[in-house]
């Protein structure tokens, strides 16, 4: 394995330094990313921005929303929380494998004293019930990474303020809040990391999971000027542009959603003359491909469940989605 390290605690940058790895095979081996970030709000591939965050809030803070490439739900991020991405090969059968990417972190903590941390549910890492990390993936070309975060003395409050996570979603998970459902892991930790920066608690983790006893004995890639130049590029185009990151929201007079194993499926559409005249497809699940390609083969389809299911046939609906049937996506749609 190999480390890069991070310039940066700007968020738009670190987004685009995992997107050009994700693209650019540097090194032909595992690459392992650590950063730390000022406060921001990631929200995933295929969420609606302007429901999954209190918008007011966070433009009166000057926190800024990027746009992931994985899937998954909205984190907030400030420098009391460490994250973590792995940049691999995709093998095939390792895209939501978050047993595989997590059992390093979890083998760290433990061995820092968080010994009842888990991997709980679809992505989420635990203890005592309450989550301090969330994961995701995202795959392009035979490549892959999953990346998640640590929550050591994140700023719950602000969290509360700035995410506005769905009912549906607080439901699934049987709380009635996002505080109650989260908490940091400094309590958890041994004796001897109670005081300790989140930074020397990161190079801590770092130790573990490359399994030496000095930073100095950590392989490092180090980012070219070549590199930045086209990291800089991604960014420009991508996690600086508003439209990217918060999309257009159309009014839509119809709605549907549903939590599944998978994840949050959300629909919004209209329909005239008894066909679907327009649609878009919100969520927390993780997908492979662009959710437009499902939007786009539903429009003039009758507004019917065995007309939808019809022409969902002509998709893999679990490379879009996970493992979701087409026929409970048909039904979701026209209930």
């Not at 970030?37 to 969420?47: A, C, D, L, V, Y």
């Not at 691999?88 to 433990?110: S, V, Y």
């Not at 301090?132 to 990346?147: I, L, P, Q, T, Y």
Request: include cysteine; aromatic fraction near 12%; proline fraction near 4%.
């Amino acid at each position: 394995m190999y480390l890069v390290d991070s310039r940066s605690s700007n968020p738009a940058i670190n987004v685009s330094v995992e997107s050009f790895l994700l693209s650019n095979e540097v090194v032909d081996d595992t690459i392992v990313f650590f950063y730390q970030m000022e406060p921001s709000i990631g929200i995933g591939r295929f969420q609606n921005a302007y429901e999954e965050v209190n918008y007011p809030y966070v433009k009166e803070q000057g926190i800024p929303v990027i746009r992931r490439a994985s899937g998954g739900g909205a984190m907030f991020s400030d420098p009391g929380q460490i994250a973590f991405c792995f940049i691999t090969k995709d093998e095939g059968d390792t895209f939501g494998n978050f047993k595989e990417f997590t059992r390093p972190i979890l083998d760290a903590l433990h061995k820092m004293g968080a010994t009842d941390a888990q991997l709980s549910g679809r992505n989420d890492l635990t203890i005592d019930g309450k989550k301090f990390s969330g994961n995701a993936m995202s795959v392009k070309d035979g490549r892959m990474f999953a990346h998640g975060t640590l929550m050591i003395d994140l700023d719950t409050d602000q969290l509360t303020k700035a995410l506005n996570p769905s009912k549906e979603k607080l439901r699934s998970k049987g709380v009635k809040s996002v505080r109650s459902r989260v908490t940091n892991l400094r309590p958890y930790f041994s004796e001897q990391y109670q005081n300790a920066t989140v930074e020397e608690i990161k190079n801590t983790i770092l130790l573990y999971v490359f399994g030496v006893d000095s930073l100095d004995e950590i392989k490092r890639y180090e980012l070219t000027e070549e590199d930045w130049g086209k990291i800089n590029a991604f960014k420009a185009a991508v996690p600086d542009n508003p439209e990217w990151n918060y999309g257009k929201n159309p009014s839509f007079d119809l709605e549907r959603q549903r939590k599944f194993d998978a994840g949050l499926v959300q629909v919004k559409f209209n329909v005239a003359h008894d066909k679907i005249s327009a649609i878009r497809i919100f969520g927390d699940f993780f997908g492979k491909g662009s959710i437009e390609d499902v939007e786009q083969v539903l429009i003039d389809v009758p507004y019917n469940e065995e007309a939808i299911q019809n022409a969902l046939e002509s998709l893999d609906i679990p490379y879009y989605f996970g493992k979701i049937k087409i026929e409970e996506l048909a039904q979701l749609i026209a209930f």
